[in-house]
């Protein structure tokens, strides 16, 4: 069965990996930009790679040489977009998901009025995408909180900063409404839980009370700043639409023990109850009641259960890299996915950076979510983190990369052949770009390799791996030749 003639491929960006010019068009500082690269951690350790203090923010705030600071540089797509869309369009791209650097627009996120040189910016980079044919899907925040409202009062723990997200979002949809059509809200929304500065500008050290409280307040104020810019949305732009982004972490019981099965089901309730607020409508009895149980309470004022429920979204989008299972036993052996830490999987081999590759766990996740919400959905991130050569020629070699995109796309053909309602695809990354867990680069995503290394060293010059030309033969054919 071929794919229909509307769906979209492409790929997916994000602000803080890509842009740099951390400072140009008077940028304010985001919490991406002290985001240390340390280059004697193990890239394993998620956390040690996330933890962060007041005093080491203010260090590296005052920390004149940025060369251990990757996010502040990206690959410098700030100046050399013309030139990568261009590299998208010859894949043959009709879609590119990138997202809004919301301290280029408001340097503090407390400005009344955005910056005309931030505004110009992202009118020139959609109208360039538009011109080359390639649909915008824009993402307004994507772990980059203002640095600012962090150090005041942890960011989206405050009620306030909503207003402030609003202020944001329209200004976006009203400039840049006429070139955008595809939006989303909060990149993987769920992850404020497990990474609370990165997605929530979230000092621990400052939190007054529980962390988990703090993060399941800032999570609900994101709920309703993201159901409230949606209804913005519809009054301005009523012909967008409106997505929300989730990390899709399919989880197996490790074993049939019903004791493993149990432990899963109660890790799957959390990890459904973004999708249970933003599609469903309302927060989910047992999730709420799960979380009472742990003391947490969460804030709701006047208004918001009626918001909720009047301003679900158009579409699910999820980013999709590796499953991982849970267990019942405490010591069980467990390796990182994507921002977490699964119990390891026997049955399915793993990069050098522990994600366990697992094809089919995408087939699992397209038919869960379609069955529970019956929404169109739109796959928005996937793709596999590996070291890659540069050969003397100028090639890169990369089967691995093509073997991983060809079994997922099987997987993912196969799940629209039973019936899932799929918008696109856009994998991550594209381009290579600076690792969002280790600040690295040599964690490498692209089809287009960049000279540049983890401390910034290189040309910064763009080459086209072998899988370029594998990706830009599956669009042509419309996902029909993936040999
Ligand atoms: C997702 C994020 O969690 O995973 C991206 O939305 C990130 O920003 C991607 O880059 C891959 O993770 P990493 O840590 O390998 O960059």
Known sequence: MPLPETFRWGGALAANQVEGAWREGGRGPAVCDVATYKPHADPK????????????????????????????RGIDFYHRYPGDLALFAEMGFTTLRVSISWTRLFPTGEEVEPLAEGVAYYKALFTEMRRLNIEPLVTLSHYDPPLALALKNNCWVERRTIELFERFARTCFTEFGHLVKLWLTFNEIDGITRHPFTSGGIIDQTVEGSLDQACYTALHHQFIAAASVTRLLREISPDAQMGCMLTMLVTYPNTCRPEDVAATQAKERLLYLCSDVQAGGGYPRLALRALELRGVKIPFEDGDVELLAENTIDFISFSYYNSMT??????????????????????????????????????????????????????????????????????????????????????????????????????????????????????????????????????????????????????????????
């Open 45 to 72: 350790d998620y956390a040690v790679h996330h933890q962060v203090t007041v005093e080491g923010i203010n260090a590296a705030l005052a920390d004149q040489n940025d060369q251990m600071y990757p996010k502040r």
């Open 326 to 483: 849970e267990s019942a036993d405490p010591n069980a052996e467990r390796t990182p996915g994507n921002t977490v830490l699964g119990v390891k999987n026997p049955f399915l081999g793993s990069t050098e950076w522990g994600w366990q590759i697992d094809p089919i766990g995408l087939r699992i996740a397209l038919i869960d979510l379609y069955d529970r919400y019956a929404k169109p959905l739109f796959i928005v991130e996937n793709g596999l983190g590996m070291r890659d050569e540069l050969t003397e020629d100028g090639r890169i070699h990369d089967p691995y990369r093509i073997e991983y995109f060809r079994a997922h796309f099987q997987q993912m053909i196969q799940a629209i052949e039973e019936g899932v309602d799929l918008m696109g695809y856009v994998s991550w990354a594209p381009i290579d770009l600076i690792s969002s867990s280790s600040s690295q680069i040599s964690k490498r995503y692209g089809f287009i390799y960049v000279d540049q290394d983890d401390l910034g060293r290189g040309s910064g010059k763009r080459y086209r791996k072998d899988s370029f030309f594998w990706y830009q033969k599956v669009i042509a054919s419309n996902g029909a030749d993936l040999s």
